[in-house]
């Protein structure tokens, strides 16, 4: 068994768009016999050295060669990636990559880069996607010639992360690269992207000018409101208002078109009539705009047309190299003083702050800022992402992740786009900086009203909380707790653990929030005599020194000001909540101050590192934080708020503290058998079950232990292969199209001599004839008798949004009647096998209650990180159900003593979208 690194994304989420160092976006896709003139053009324009340096010659590319470059129908055997630019209102290759198998798992690559295209990264990127399609098809090795003095094109092979080997030889260097992804290839690859991805938001965030095309003369119209926006929100550049028919709208001057207007317009804020977006995105093109910000609505969300109109959008923004927020969109906002961009039609912009919020919903967004700018919650930047046909999620949370303003990162999600990627960014960036997500469409009708409003597929709820909580994901259940949870991750250091002290002058909400607090799983343990002895110095003797610290109705200033110090500093306490209800209202604003300089002498005095959460009812209608100097304490409206909030940042805190998961490969596995198994069984019969022999090959591929036993084709087999196991055995019967043995009387459990097992062959074929032709019964299955152990089970289904879910629980009622089941997306870190063997309830089972014998909760691991190489590594799988699988006692391993695996043509489910 050995740690291997993530694996790279699949290679349907490679092909199609590709963004370069200097944050533009190329087209990618595979050539077609339709590009041979385009290619003999691109050769053509090529500059004679960098011809020279492709083909060590100054002549152009043979027609048969320029044929083999068109064809990538087998990509198994030679692939050309083509990046591509719209040039004179067509799709032009400006970079061209190949590789052409000679044998061996290998294949020869080579690329060519239009010269005006030379330095941002085409190559690497074209190597990169290349070797993934590649590896996706079996191959191993690139190897490539390249003229010694082709640094740059040997810089690129350097930089891959590959493994490579080269050898100079009389002027050319030979260069053969391993493309199995390797942790340094993995993390080159995941740096380029980050970076470049950055690098392509920031003119739309942090524009050094604005234009508003379509701002009406219609006050009040949406485009006329953004350019208010603009105005009013102080944006430090200039905003350029475009409209034919306009010289000044609100005292600005107006610019017939982009053409007109001044140059160095990095964002376009495009608020036109449907009908004419197409042509506004090619005249931001040719004004040299870097991104646009489209507002218009009537696209994918409106149905089939909407749908194709909005490709022809992306294809010509992409075509262009632009980016593109939106369509049907309100805008974005960013709050940094250095900008103060509010290109949307909200009017409200909260205050500056550390907190990046993207919104799917416009209207929703709208109510969303308002919320947060009335909970004092700083804004970093907000993003209304609407159709989110070029701009993804994904793409904001690299942005985000280099931002240096922005501390956490919400999201109002209605529908995922790609998940894996989502999956690989979140664990990364969640290291970092805290990502809180609401999910809508969590019950079955919330998920069908999320569909058709974002023309989106809305995810599965259980796949959803498993990736959530692989990727350290914290989830809100509602947009108030979102926010709840932000202002404590925005202001508050994170807790070192889940123990709470409680400070307050009121029974009640103090019991309210010990409760929620327990309910959430935190500890409001009793402090140390030393602790108490320290409060009960200046507390009455009516109050109470435990924890919660009730100091009664009476406690003034003082109280505060010393209890909260006390607590703050004390040993025992991971964290802080302090509960003011004001029984004399003229004392409130001295009793605010006495908190805060209690809390400024706990800080000085040791206690730093502890979150401290408020919960003042000092006569505000919502809660405003308490400023303390340079920090904000979080104020919630009940305390329940305020200990739901903590509950849930004490478990990022912990899934921070954690180092992070490996993932795991092991030497014996024979992947290539077992999908050799699965691709013969869809080529003869399309999707189906396997059966019993095909499912022992695939399992002992990827060494799942398989209780002993081997197909009897007749009883005197049986008998004999029985004696070989040693009695007591069991018969199972193996047929086509039938599942559920056990329903048919399929099963004989304890066989102890020959005659029984003679007689069960006889009957379970028997029965077996009467469901279905004799030509598909393959024969019983023989099997030894597992005694003891406890049963569990471990099975994948597939996912249509998320791929392979594996899933974990006991056999028997707990799965079928509990339903006591825990999942995780694939492929499974070891932490994340660690949490699903631990997150069932069923668990002290497996541990050894009550003097039974615990399980080998080892093997059970290995099975599990197994099984979820399998369902990663042969996508044909759609489902397997190993049930049961028995656990013997520590050292003794575990035995599958029954398995079903359905396979179906890989790609034939609704893949994600880019992004
Ligand atoms: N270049 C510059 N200006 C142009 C133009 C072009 N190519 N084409 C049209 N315009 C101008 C018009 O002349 C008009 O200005 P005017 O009123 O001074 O004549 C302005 O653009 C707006 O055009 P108009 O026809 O009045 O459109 P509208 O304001 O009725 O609608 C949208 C435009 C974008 C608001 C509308 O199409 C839309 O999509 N609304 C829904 C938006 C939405 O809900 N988005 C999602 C939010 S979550």
């Known amino acids: 068994m050995r740690a291997v690194s993530p694996p790279l994304p699949a290679a349907d989420d490679t092909v199609s768009r590709a963004v370069l160092r200097d944050g533009s976006v190329v087209q990618l896709r595979m050539a077609a016999p339709s590009d041979h003139q385009a290619l003999t053009r691109f050769f053509h324009d090529l500059s004679p050295e960098s011809r020279r340096l492709r083909f060590f010659a100054l002549s152009e590319p043979s027609d048969t060669l320029l044929t083999r470059f068109c064809d990538s129908t087998d990509l198994s055997h030679n692939a050309t990636l083509l990046a591509l630019r719209l040039d004179g209102g067509e799709l032009r290759p400006i970079a061209v990559g190949s590789y052409f198998s000679t044998g061996d798992a290998t294949a020869e690559v080579a690329f060519a880069v239009d010269d005006r295209f030379h330095g941002k990264g085409l190559g690497t990127m074209l190597l990169e996607r290349l070797a993934a399609i590649a590896g996706a098809h079996g191959f191993k090795r690139f190897e490539a010639t390249t003229l010694t003095e082709n640094t740059a094109m040997l810089e690129v092979f350097h930089e891959s992360g590959f493994e490579i080997r080269s050898k100079s030889d009389r002027g050319c260097v030979n260069v053969l690269l391993s493309i199995d992804p390797t942790g340094a290839s993995v993390n080159a690859a995941e740096r380029r992207d980050a970076l470049a991805t950055a690098a392509s938001l920031r003119p739309l ?8 095309v379509g701002a009406s003369r219609t006050v009040g119209s949406i485009g006329r409101r953004i350019l208010r926006a603009l105005v009013a929100g102080g944006f430090t550049g200039p905003v350029y208002p475009i409209n034919p028919h306009a010289d000044k709208l609100d005292g600005i001057r107006c610019y017939p078109s982009l053409a007109a207007a001044p140059h160095g317009i990095d964002l376009a804020v495009v608020a036109v009539p449907r009908p004419a977006v197409l042509g506004v995105v090619d005249e931001c093109a040719a004004a040299g705009v870097k991104s646009l910000a489209v507002i218009t609505a009537g696209f994918a969300e409106t149905g089939v047309d909407g749908r194709a109109l909005q490709q022809t959008l992306l ?27 509010n290109a949307s039609f909200s009017p409200i912009v909260p205050p500056s702050g550390g907190v990046a919020l993207s919104s799917q919903s416009g209207a929703l967004g709208l109510a969303i800022l308002e919320l947060a700018s009335e909970r004092g919650v700083g804004l970093s930047t907000f993003v209304s992402v609407g159709n989110k046909a070029d701009v993804s999620g994904n793409d904001l949370l690299q942005y985000w992740e ?49 569909g058709s409003h974002t023309a989106a597929l809305a995810a599965s709820d259980t796949a959803v909380d498993a990736l959530f909580r692989q990727s350290g994901v914290i989830r809100a259940d509602t947009i108030d707790e979102m926010f709840d949870i932000a202002a404590c991750l925005d202001s508050q250091p994170l807790p070192g653990g889940r123990r709470v002290a409680i400070v307050t002058n009121a029974g009640g909400p103090g019991i309210l929030a010990v409760d929620a607090c327990e309910a959430a799983g935190l500890h409001v343990s ?8 320290r409060l009960a110095a200046f507390l009455p003797a009516e109050a109470s020194v435990g924890n919660p610290v009730d100091m009664v109705a009476s ?33 409130s604003r001295e009793t605010l101050d006495a908190i805060r300089t209690g809390i400024a ?44 909030a903590l509950a849930k940042v004490a478990t990022y805190a912990a899934w921070r503290a954690q180092t992070p998961g490996l993932f795991w490969s092991f030497e014996d596995i024979r992947a290539d058998d077992a999908r050799n198994v699965c691709r013969a069984a869809i080529d003869a019969d399309g999707e189906r079950w396997l059966t019993g022999d095909e499912t022992k090959t695939v399992l002992g591929a990827f060494g799942l232990p398989l209780a002993a036993g081997t197909l009897a084709r007749s009883p005197d087999e049986a008998v004999a292969l029985a004696r070989v196991l040693g009695f007591p055995v069991a018969a199972k019967l193996s047929a086509r199209g039938i599942q559920h043995k056990t329903d048919v009387g399929g099963i004989r459990l304890n066989l102890e001599k020959p005659s029984s097992v003679r007689r069960a062959f006889a009957e379970i074929v028997a029965c077996a004839r009467k469901l279905v032709p004799a030509d598909q019964i393959d024969g019983v299955f023989i099997q030894s008798m597992i005694a003891d152990g406890v049963e569990t089970m471990i099975g994948v289904a597939d996912d249509p949004l998320f791929g392979p879910l594996v899933g974990f629980g006991l056999g028997g009622i707990h799965v079928e009647v509990l339903g006591d089941v825990q999942f995780r997306v694939a492929p499974l870190t070891d932490r994340d ?40 590594e042969v996508p044909e799988i759609v489902e397997l159900d190993l049930n049961p699988v028995i656990a013997l006692a520590p050292g003794k391993g575990c035995r599958i003593v029954d398995a079903r695996v359905k396979v179906r043509a890989p790609g034939t489910r609704a893949t994600p979208t880019d992004g």
């Open 205 to 212: 965030f942090e524009p050094n000018a604005v234009a508003v």
């Open 315 to 341: 294809d010509k923004v992409r075509g262009h190299g632009l980016r593109m927020v939106g369509p049907n969109c309100m805008g974005l906002l960013n709050a940094n003083p250095r900008v103060r961009l």
């Open 402 to 450: 280099a931002d240096p303003t922005t501390n956490v990162i919400l999201l109002y999600l209605e529908s995922f786009g790609n998940t894996r990627r989502f999956a690989r960014l979140a664990r990364r960036i969640s290291r970092k900086k805290p990502i809180v997500a609401l999910k809508a469409g969590r019950t079955r009708a919330g998920s069908r009203a999320a």
């Open 526 to 533: 009793p402090f140390s005599a030393a602790t108490r002895e």
């Open 555 to 587: 406690a003034g200033p003082e109280e505060y000001r010393r209890a909260v110090e006390v607590a703050l500093t004390a040993d025992d306490v991971d964290a802080l909540i302090v509960i003011y209800t004001p029984v004399d209202p003229t004392c």
């Open 601 to 644: 002498n706990g800080r000085a005095a040791g206690g730093a590192a502890k979150p401290i959460l408020g919960c003042l009812m000092a006569g505000t209608s919502r809660p405003r934080p308490l400023i303390i100097g340079g920090e904000r304490v979080p104020v919630y409206a009940f305390p329940e708020n305020a200990a739901r």
């Open 833 to 872: 096998v660690d949490e699903l063997l631990h997150g069932i309830r069923g668990l002290p089972l497996l541990q050894g209650y009550r003097g039974h014998t615990p399980a080998d909760l080892e093997a059970l691991r290995e099975i599990l990180l197994r099984v979820s190489r399998l369902a990663v």
